[in-house]
């Protein structure tokens, strides 16, 4: 029991309540600034504990068991390794920036939009700091549902179709995950009030037979994997990006997406580590199958959503992929590339967005010349865009080289295979930039104006992580390091 409020706490607490509070207030004006003041204070605390990360000295700061439905072994458990701080750092650092990025942006209902939007917020810290079976699934639900709302009643012209599939996909995998929970859970040995314990513990240390993981990393590896998405479950993420309000694409594909990376090194690794050894090439092969898929995809695309969401399957892929290795390099690799990649994805997103606010298009085809008229966007986009395809100095090299690393250790072939990815990469990303900043302007691109005050403050600060993180990844290579050795240590190759 906590006689205090702890970091877990504070980060899960505080948006729900004050995204409680925004449905109360009336002005769009207020309800913004409301927004934008919570999702900074989220931000101060997330920083402050990160100055409390070393368990072994502030253990209690970080970990927190209340008596929640005790006759059936479930406690509200919440708690911070490396790991969760640094997902937890990434969403309280992801909404302020995307608050301030699409500040002027106004929306019918505003207090429901950014309401929803907190909750969301206050769901993905529930699954980033859950060490209880139940509390994590309440949790990857609640992150879930307030994006429903979102897409259904804000997003494009196709939202309803777009929407149904998501809710489709996410429903249907999410009750794939709690089969497979109750039956863990029933694997369990007793507590002091009950036969069994959803505890993580007592997950970890279940009695599991290797028939029994078999079919049992499928429940929730497919779970996870429509979450990510990894190749062949990633069908409802394009048209979903493509019709949600700019906001909510970027939490989709900033943060929402590493729930599935972080919960299959959560709960998947350390619970089924028999089948894990068992289907890793399974899994390989479709993660890297999925990268080159994805990537020719992006090459063809004529619409800038679309391009940057097969942009993220890809390198989605590759993170998919290096978990399976289950070697050391490829898994600090996922663990700084997480954090790298929702960074470098909401930029992405930041761009699209101000391009098709200025010129009223997302068409590649229809666009040309931006830089003659925005100098300064065309500089970040490059910025932004290099750090995308892993240039040398950015923050996403030295994660991609982990990876590839860990991944050719594991087989040279699929690291060879993934390469191509690379190579892929750069020509779709390359060619966007081109087409869309350079070239002749036309009508649509020679009344485009200058970027607002805060998106110049916003895309500033994502640079300097781009090239801070790029030169001294150290930080969160530290931060990370005893998570990535607990995991690892549940089984051996």
Known sequence: MGTYITFPELLLWFPLVTGLIVFFIKEQKNVKAW?????????????????????????????????????????????????????????????????????????????????????????????????????????????????YFLCSRWGGEKRIQATWKFFIYTFVSSLLM??????????????????HSFSIQAFYTSIISSKDQNWLFWLFFIAFAVKMPVFPFHTWQPDTYEQSPAPV???????????????????????????????????IGLSVAGMIYASCIAMVQNDLKRLVAYSSIAHIGLMSAAIFTANTTGMQGVMIQMLNHGINIIALWIVVDIIEKHTGVRKISELGGLALHTPLLAIFFV?????????????????EFAMFTGLYEYNAWYAALAGISIILSAVYTLNMVQKVFYGEDNILTKVVSQVTAKQKIVLTLIVIFIFVLGVYPKPVFDLTNDTVTAVLSRFAK
């Not at 939490?251 to 709960?267: D, N, P, Q």
């Open 35 to 147: 927004a934008l003041f919570s999702s900074l204070i989220t931000l101060v605390i997330s920083v402050v504990s990160l100055c409390y990360s070393d368990n072994t000295k502030y253990f209690s700061y970080n970990y927190v068991s209340y008596e929640w439905l005790k006759y059936i072994g479930s406690n509200f458990a919440v708690g911070l390794d490396g790991m969760g701080h640094m997902l937890t750092f990434l969403t309280a650092l992801s909404f302020p920036i995307i608050f301030a990025a699409t500040y002027k942006k106004d929306y019918k209902n505003a207090n429901a939009f950014f309401g929803l939007m907190l909750l969301s917020q206050a769901g993905l810290m529930g699954v980033f700091v859950a060490i209880d079976a139940l509390v994590f699934y309440f949790f990857w639900e609640l992150a879930l549902i307030p994006v």
């Open 178 to 195: 709690l089969v497979g929970i109750i039956y863990v859970y029933l694997q369990t040995g007793p507590t002091q009030f009950s036969d």
């Open 249 to 283: 694409t970027m939490v989709l594909s900033g943060i929402m997406v590493k729930m599935g990376v972080f919960a299959v090194i959560r709960w998947v690794l350390p619970i089924f580590p028999t089948a894990v050894l068992k289907f890793d090439n399974i899994v």
């Open 383 to 399: 910025v932004i865009a290099l750090a995308n395809i892993a240039l040398p100095l950015t923050n996403a090299f030295i994660g």
